[in-house]
């Protein structure tokens, strides 16, 4: 099992959590960006640098991972390929994306998608990535790598 991360869009404070992960259980970690990235000197975690340009670093996950692969992604589009190849997808707030779920979040996206494009002003957006989150996706990646990846402990 791997992990790889949509790195582009990943908080800091998620790729430290990811880091100390991969530190900790020895589970390869793959950052996936088009802008060059600093990762700490670990021989399992490294990072991919992708040309620039619309879903290159998406492209280039769904084509590297394999079955039972946990990409790390906001992207919902992604994540519905990912879970198409038999992967785990994790958002960076810590929502697991799953076969069950994953159709009503490309249909509640693509409706979104369809109100900005015709003209309603959409207000708002996702709140900004606090200590819930950071606390929540560290719980969901323990619990992931208990079960398919790695020993238990933050």
Same mark, same amino acid.
């Given at each position: 099992?791997?992990?790889?991360?949509?790195?582009?869009?990943?908080?800091?404070?998620?790729?430290?959590?990811?880091?100390?992960?991969?530190?900790?259980?020895?589970?390869?970690?793959?950052?996936?960006?088009?802008?060059?990235?600093?990762?700490?000197?670990?021989?399992?975690?490294?990072?991919?640098?992708?040309?620039?340009?619309?879903?290159?670093?998406?492209?280039?996950?769904?084509?590297?991972?394999?079955?039972?692969?946990? %990409?790390?992604? $906001?992207?919902? =589009?992604? +994540?519905?390929?990912?879970?198409? *190849?038999?992967?785990? /997808?994790?958002?960076?707030?810590?929502?697991?994306?799953?076969?069950?779920?994953?159709?009503?979040?490309?249909?509640?996206?693509?409706?979104?998608?369809?109100?900005?494009?015709?003209? %309603?002003?959409? $207000?708002?957006? =996702?709140? +900004?990535?606090?200590?819930?989150? *950071?606390?929540?996706? /560290?719980?969901?990646?323990?619990?992931?790598?208990?079960?398919?990846?790695?020993?238990?402990?933050?």
């Amino acid at each position: 099992m791997k992990i790889w991360v949509d790195a582009d869009a990943c908080p800091g404070v998620v790729k430290e959590i990811l880091f100390r992960a991969a530190t900790r259980t020895g589970v390869e970690l793959t950052l996936v960006a088009n802008q060059p990235l600093s990762t700490p000197s670990a021989t399992n975690i490294k990072t991919l640098q992708v040309p620039g340009g619309f879903d290159v670093a998406d492209d280039e996950i769904v084509k590297r991972m394999e079955a039972g692969d946990l %990409v790390i992604t $906001s992207d919902i =589009p992604l +994540a519905a390929e990912v879970i198409a *190849k038999d992967g785990h /997808a994790l958002s960076p707030r810590g929502e697991m994306h799953t076969k069950e779920n994953i159709g009503a979040r490309l249909n509640m996206r693509d409706f979104l998608d369809t109100m900005r494009s015709s003209g %309603v002003e959409m $207000s708002g957006g =996702p709140a +900004a990535f606090g200590q819930r989150d *950071k606390q929540t996706f /560290a719980n969901e990646l323990d619990r992931f790598l208990t079960k398919y990846g790695g020993p238990s402990g933050q």
